[in-house]
Nanobody, 125 residues
Framework: QVQLVESGGGSVQAGGSLRLSCAAS????????MAWFRQTPGKEREGVAA?????????SYGGSVKGRFTISRDRNKNTVYLQMNSLAPEDTAMYYC?????????????????WGQGTQVTVSS
C-alpha cells in the first residue's frame, strides 16, 4: 500500500503563489507516476499535472494551468511538489495528490490507485 499526505494549501490573493507538497510512504518503490488533481463542489475532478517518478524529465499539465504551475519531485524524500504561480480565483479548489504504479502516462483520475485526503486552496480576487 501507499499513503499520500498533502500539505501547503491555504488562502492567497489573486496573482499570488502557493507550493503544495505530497509526501508518499509505504511501498513507494511501486509508484511510477504521481499527479495532482483538483475538484470543486459539483464538478468532476480535474487533472492538473503529472510526473514520472522513475527518471528525469519535466511533468505534463492540464490545459488550464500550463505556464503557471510546475510539478517537480524529490526522489530522496519521496515527495512531489506543485508550485502554483499567478493564481486566479478559478484555481480555488480542493487539491488532491495521487499515485499509480502502471508505466503508462495518464492524467485521468480513474487511472490512479492511491489518493491523499486533499488540501484546500482558496484564491480571492
Amino acid at each position: 500500500q501507499v499513503q499520500l499526505v498533502e500539505s501547503g494549501g491555504g488562502s492567497v490573493q489573486a496573482g499570488g503563489s502557493l507550493r503544495l507538497s505530497c509526501a508518499a510512504s509505504g511501498r513507494t518503490s511501486s509508484i511510477s507516476y504521481m499527479a495532482w488533481f483538483r475538484q470543486t463542489p459539483g464538478k468532476e475532478r480535474e487533472g492538473v499535472a503529472a510526473i514520472y517518478t522513475g527518471g528525469g524529465g519535466s511533468g505534463s499539465y492540464g490545459g488550464s494551468v500550463k505556464g503557471r504551475f510546475t510539478i517537480s519531485r524529490d526522489r530522496n524524500k519521496n515527495t512531489v511538489y506543485l508550485q502554483m504561480n499567478s493564481l486566479a480565483p478559478e484555481d480555488t479548489a480542493m487539491y488532491y495528490c495521487a499515485a499509480k504504479g502502471s508505466l503508462q502516462y495518464a492524467l485521468e483520475p480513474m487511472r490512479y490507485n492511491y489518493w491523499g485526503q486533499g488540501t484546500q486552496v482558496t484564491v480571492s480576487s
